[in-house]
């Protein structure tokens, strides 16, 4: 335990600003995806088409390309599948602090790394389509 | 009559303890018995050198803050009946030092509570004969449940982040912080800023909430440190198109107010 007596004062302290709130602003937008959004999706494409209490043709590759190519459609679905990405990366990174796990940088690069690999790819074959 | 409850008390005298060691007493039980009565049962009747603080014994001191059975307590309002039969574990405040037995040393919160400057700050002091300052019921709403804190540290020894990382400023502070950012009479936000928009300022929490449900006064400093990182992004965005208020220091507060006097 660091005794607090090492401390003087924080009357001279430099605050420096974080960047955090980048990665909290997709956190959070991605929390409202996943609350309100996903359930619904895991609802339709998980449950409901699998069990055929919907017509499967709602679903349908061909309607499902049209949605996907249409500029506001694609962008949804980029909404849908990259916001969860990045709000998961921040919650691990922010789990790996809490488990002590070290080099910081190693975690953090790996979970926002692979939210940006996912960002990227998403938004590139949804542009092709 | 007659029945006895046990008190598991940490003792630790850093003169003679190289580590702090567990002590049992039994002590009478009677229903109307706090926490704190226990402690003071074991002091004048079993052993004299037992140390702890309290004051008012009316949880508004903030002065009887310790861990009972693991839970960040005051030992005033905590009654022994919610254990009886059962032994209670009374320990120090988790996540400061220890200064003697039940003692903990919160002088780290009192500092970071110095650096969030909880007074109202006005740009220019105004004359007695202009009256106090009104405020509507809802400027008083937007603030008050902030403003009921005693500096118990009860948030501090229940902050995980705080235990993990003693530089972040912590809840009590930040909450007492959004407390006077909040208030209509205030004009000292520009001065907090860089403290809440530090990694140690409100992006060192990670809305654990323990903090909230451990305070005895039912300040919600998970809330208020929540509510700031809204306004601290909002800042963070004026800042990168170079719009985001400048963080101001006692000085310029000076000199503001000698060019509206002179």
């Not at chain 2, 990694?199 to 400093?221: A, I, L, N, Q, R």
């Amino acid at each position: 335990m660091k005794s607090s007596h090492q401390v003087k004062t924080l009357q001279d302290k430099q605050w420096n600003r974080s960047n955090e709130p980048i990665w909290w602003s997709l956190f959070g937008a991605g929390g409202v995806v996943v609350a309100l959004i996903l359930p619904a999706v895991i609802l339709i494409t998980g449950i409901l088409i699998p069990l055929g209490l919907v017509d499967p043709h709602f679903m349908s590759y061909v309607r499902m390309q049209g949605f996907a190519s249409h500029w506001l459609g694609g962008l949804i679905v980029f909404a849908v599948i990259v916001l969860p990405t990045w709000h998961a990366a921040h919650r691990i990174y922010h789990l790996s602090h809490d488990l002590m796990l070290k080099p910081h940088q190693l975690y953090f690069i790996l979970c926002y790394g692979l939210a940006f690999v996912i960002t990227i790819a998403a938004g590139t074959l949804l542009l092709v389509v | 009559m007659g029945d006895k409850i046990t008190l598991e008390i940490m003792r630790y005298d850093p003169e003679k303890d190289d580590k702090p060691r567990m002590q049992t007493f039994q002590v009478p039980y009677v229903y109307e018995m706090s926490v704190l009565d226990g402690l003071q049962y074991t002091k004048d009747h079993l052993d004299q050198t037992l140390t702890y603080r309290y004051s008012c014994k009316m949880a508004i001191c903030g002065s009887c803050g310790f861990m009972v059975n693991g839970v960040p307590k005051l030992g005033c309002k905590t009654f022994l009946r919610d254990y009886f039969p059962q032994p209670v574990r009374i320990e120090p405040l988790a996540n400061f030092p220890i200064e003697k037995d039940l003692v903990s040393d919160i002088s780290d919160f009192i500092k970071k509570l110095e650096a969030i400057k909880p007074y109202l700050i006005r740009e220019n002091k105004g004359s007695l004969k202009d009256g106090a300052y009104s405020q509507t019921p809802e400027q008083l709403a937007r603030y008050r449940q902030y403003s009921m804190c005693i500096n118990c540290g009860l948030c501090y020894a229940a902050c995980p982040q705080y235990g993990l990382k003693n530089e972040f400023v912590g809840p009590a502070a930040l909450a007492l912080m959004h407390r006077y950012n909040t208030d209509s009479r205030d004009q000292g936000r520009a001065e907090r800023i860089p403290v809440m928009n530090a990694e140690e300022g409100v992006w060192s929490c990670t809305f654990v909430g323990y903090c909230s449900e451990v305070c005895p006064k039912k300040v919600d400093p998970a809330a208020a440190i929540n509510q700031s990182k809204v306004l601290s992004s909002i800042d963070y965005g004026l800042h990168l198109v170079g719009k985001a208020e400048q963080p101001k220091t006692i000085d310029d507060r000076h000199r503001i107010s000698e060019r509206k006097e002179g």
